[in-house]
């Protein structure tokens, strides 16, 4: 059974760095494309960053250029930094899984069950 858990998330300061992990586990082949998500309150889950299997990666208009997305198949982990944060980076955040591995046009399959990332001072 395949299953995705994420971890690092909290309080961070405006202008402050995150780094988010997330453990897949029941995979029984090296995972084709992942990425993260993020859904504030009463807003849209939003796509945040994805990577494919041969490590291509994506991320979106509104954290390019501060966002790193990272990919360890051998421990089964998927990564996100995020620098910079804004208020507006406050969210939850999910990783993803696709059966697919199309960077552009990312289908989740499985979802973890998110992580809260709070920007305040």
């Known amino acids: 059974q395949v299953q995705l858990v994420e971890s690092g998330g909290g309080l961070v300061a405006p202008g402050g760095s995150l780094r988010l992990s997330c453990a897949v586990t029941?995979?029984?082949?090296?995972?084709?494309?992942m990425a993260w998500y993020r859904q504030a309150p009463g807003k849209q889950r939003e796509l945040v960053a994805t990577i494919t299997r041969e490590r291509r990666t994506n991320c979106g208009d509104s954290v390019k250029g501060r966002c790193t997305i990272s990919r360890d198949d051998a421990k089964g982990t998927l990564m996100l930094q995020l620098n910079s944060l804004k208020p507006e980076d406050a969210a939850v955040y999910y990783c993803?899984?696709?059966?697919?591995?199309?960077?552009?046009?990312?289908?989740?399959?499985?979802w973890g069950q998110g992580t809260q990332v709070t920007v305040s001072s």
């Open positions: 029941g995979v029984p082949y090296s995972p084709n494309a």
């Open positions: 993803s899984l696709s059966l697919g591995n199309d960077l552009y046009r990312f289908s989740p399959d499985y």
